[in-house]
């Protein structure tokens, strides 16, 4: 099947021949006549599957310009989900004129979100922000023909079931709905129930796929010996583009005032920054002002960066579902990537060896020896010196002699848990 098949306005089918997208993924190819008919729908898909253009292209076929009223609302978990889809509809209505978005998120001002939304045909929001819009009257819902809960299970799992049912009160007409979970947990079910009744469900297998163009290692060290080799890789591989990732927010300030003291601009996304802050880092980073991309996993999801060369996991996440959403910031568009991620306790290994087998991935194994001693390799030809040790909670930039032991050859199983 092609796109022109789904018989899309003429200006949605241009912007697609024009970006090289001709046939539909599998979820697009499913949902978006289902769409069309003006059914329910219930998607169970992840990430990288086209869920997003599979609603945007519907919403978009049957928008009414000449109405400057709300008539499609778009709820997601994040602010930076939402935003990726407020990209993607701009991006797919570039020749469809006289469109208004409107995106209401925490973090950014709320004047002009209401400025925005009284002229505006689509919302892409946040449950929470949408709910203050609601509650000050800002958001007129009356006119309101589809409704779209994306990734509605990890909306649940943050604790936004009052809001969306908030939302839901708000309207008193019948409206289209359409619901995207990675799971089929009972509360996700009893949300389909109870704001879609009768739904069409369209479930794609193996949802959270990892890209064939990345080349996964994982690499056994200690914690005190992750800054150590972090260091050494930077100045050896040199990456364009990299993303390292960490569970918490105070390694992300570390991590990225390591990095620059040697020369590697970084910046820093976690959940304390404040929303006009992470898109000015994003942006930065996109247009490579910056190189190196230290987050939490506030960006592991729903963003679209092109050409990152490198992922470094410097710790491994909670969940091992949020594993494959890293790595899979790089090795996109048909583009060869690399991940590095660094090994600590036997826990850790334990999940990264169920990682690959739940995924059917390979991750190779490699000793911190081993790793350094390639690295060396890489130094040595590029004539620098390898980094030893530091005192980072100091500052102090002393050098140790080549002979000391920093770890490299402690043995994995005694290492700390």
Do not use: C
């Amino acid at each position: 099947m092609e796109f022109k098949e789904l018989k899309l306005r003429e200006e949605l089918l241009r912007i697609l021949e024009k970006r090289n997208f001709s046939t539909p993924t599998e979820i697009q190819e499913k949902a978006i006549p289902v769409f069309l008919d003006g059914q329910n729908i219930f998607g169970k898909s992840g990430t990288g599957t086209g869920k997003t253009a599979t609603f945007v292209l519907p919403i978009l076929q049957n928008i009414d310009t000449e109405s400057k009223k709300v008539q499609a609302v778009i709820l997601a978990p994040t602010r930076e989900l939402a935003l990726q889809i407020l990209e993607t509809i701009n991006i797919l209505s570039s020749h469809i004129p006289n469109l208004k978005t409107a995106s209401l998120i925490g973090g950014m001002g709320i004047v002009d979100q209401i400025k925005k939304v009284k002229i505006s045909q689509i919302v892409v929001g946040t449950p929470g922000r949408v709910a203050d819009h609601l509650n000050r009257k800002t958001l007129n819902t009356q006119n309101v023909k589809t409704v779209i809960l994306d990734e509605a299970d990890e909306m649940l799992k943050m604790g936004f079931k009052n809001e969306i049912d908030l939302f839901f009160k708000s309207i008193e007409q019948k409206v289209q709905v359409g619901l995207f979970s990675a799971t089929t947990t009972p509360k996700v079910l009893e949300l389909a129930q109870k704001y879609m009744g009768e739904y069409t469900f369209v479930e794609i297998k193996n949802e959270v796929k990892v890209n064939d163009n990345i080349n996964s290692e994982f690499v056994y060290t200690t914690n005190k010996n992750k800054e150590i080799i972090l260091i050494n890789f930077f100045m050896a591989k040199k990456p364009k583009k990299a993303i390292v990732f960490t569970n918490t927010k105070s390694h992300t300030e570390k991590i990225a005032k390591n990095l620059n003291s040697f020369g590697f601009k970084s910046v820093v996304i976690n959940g304390d920054k404040k929303q006009s802050q992470r898109s000015a880092s994003i942006r930065r980073f996109k247009s490579e002002e910056f190189n190196v991309l230290v987050a939490t996993d506030v960006v592991g999801r729903g963003i679209d960066i092109d050409d990152v060369d490198f992922v470094i996991n410097y710790d491994i996440p909670k969940e091992n579902e949020q594993f494959i959403h890293r790595i899979g910031r790089t090795g996109r568009n048909n583009k060869m990537g690399d991940t590095i991620s660094f090994v600590s306790t036997k826990e850790a290994l334990r999940q990264v060896k169920d990682i690959q087998k739940h995924y059917q991935i390979k991750i190779h194994e490699i000793t911190d020896e081993e790793f350094m001693k390639e690295i060396d390799e890489s130094l040595r030809i590029a004539h620098i010196e390898p980094y030893e040790s530091r005192d980072f909670r100091r500052g102090d930039d002393r050098r140790n002699s080549r002979g000391r032991d920093n770890g490299r050859n402690r043995n994995f199983s005694k290492s700390n848990d």
